[in-house]
C-alpha cells in the first residue's frame, strides 16, 4: 500500500521565521494556504493508495478529512520528526508499505513531482530486489530535505530541521539502505525566510498561497 503522508505544524507556530515581515495572523492564513496547495496537489497524484495529514491542528485535520485524507491527530505540537514517527507508526499497522512524506510548506509541490519520487523509489526497490530503499527530494539550499519516501515506512527514522539532508543520508549509509536524492525544482521551494516569498511571487504555482500572499501588504521584493 502506497501513501502520501503530508507533516504540518499547529497553524499558531507555523512559520515563526516569517515574523520580521507577516503578522502572526497573517503567517496563520499564509500556513494554511500552503497547507491547501500541498493537499491539493498530493489528492491528485496517481497510483497511491491513500493520502494522510498529521497535526494536531483542529482546522487542517478538517480541511484533510474534507480532502478525503487520513487525518491522524498527534493531539499536541510533538515536533515534525515525533509526529511523522507516530503516523507512520499508524499507517504501517494498515497496511503501509512505501510512504512518501512531505512538508506543509512547499506550495509549489505538483502531482507529478511526488509521481516522480514514487517512480524513482520503484526503480530503486527493483534494482536492489530487497525491499528496502529511501528517494530524497532536498530543498534548494541542498541542506533540507523536503520529501523522501521509504520502503518499508519506516526504514530509517525521519530526521527534519537542520541539515536534514545529509542526516538522512547518513541514515541510509548506517542502515545499509540504497537511496537516491532527485533535484526537483517545484518541491525544493520551501518558503520560510522572507527572500522565498520573493522567489514564490515570481516562479511559484501554488494557487491559495499565491492568492494569500496577494492580499497581504509586502514589501516589494
Request: with cysteine; proline share 3%.
Amino acid at each position: 500500500m502506497r501513501v502520501v503522508l503530508i507533516a504540518a505544524k499547529e497553524l499558531a507556530v507555523a512559520k515563526t521565521r516569517l515574523r520580521v515581515a507577516l503578522a502572526a495572523s497573517d503567517r496563520i492564513e499564509l500556513a494554511r494556504a500552503m497547507f491547501c496547495d500541498v493537499l491539493q496537489a498530493s489528492t491528485e497524484v496517481r497510483g497511491v493508495d491513500h493520502v494522510a495529514v498529521v497535526s494536531s491542528d483542529r482546522d487542517l485535520l478538517r480541511r484533510a478529512q474534507a480532502a478525503g485524507a487520513i487525518a491522524i491527530d498527534e493531539e499536541f505540537p510533538r515536533g515534525l520528526n515525533a509526529a511523522v514517527r507516530l503516523a507512520t507508526g499508524a499507517l504501517i499497522a494498515e497496511g503501509a508499505s512505501s510512504v512518501c512524506t512531505l512538508l506543509s510548506d512547499i506550495p509549489c509541490v505538483m502531482a507529478a513531482d511526488i509521481e516522480q519520487l514514487f517512480a524513482v523509489h520503484e526503480r530503486l526497490l527493483g534494482s536492489v530486489g530487497a525491499g528496502r530503499a529511501v528517494a530524497l527530494a532536498p530543498s534548494h539550499d541542498l541542506t533540507g530535505t523536503n520529501m523522501i519516501v521509504r520502503a518499508p515506512a519506516d526504514v530509517v527514522p525521519i530526521r527534519f530541521g537542520s541539515q536534514s539532508l545529509a542526516r538522512h543520508l547518513e541514515e541510509c549509509r548506517a542502515a545499509g539502505v540504497r537511496c537516491e536524492i532527485v533535484q526537483m525544482a517545484r518541491p525544493a521551494l520551501d518558503l520560510d525566510l522572507v527572500e522565498d516569498l520573493g522567489k514564490f511571487v515570481r516562479f511559484g504555482n501554488g494557487a491559495h498561497t499565491r492568492n494569500q500572499l496577494a492580499r497581504l501588504a509586502l514589501p516589494q521584493f
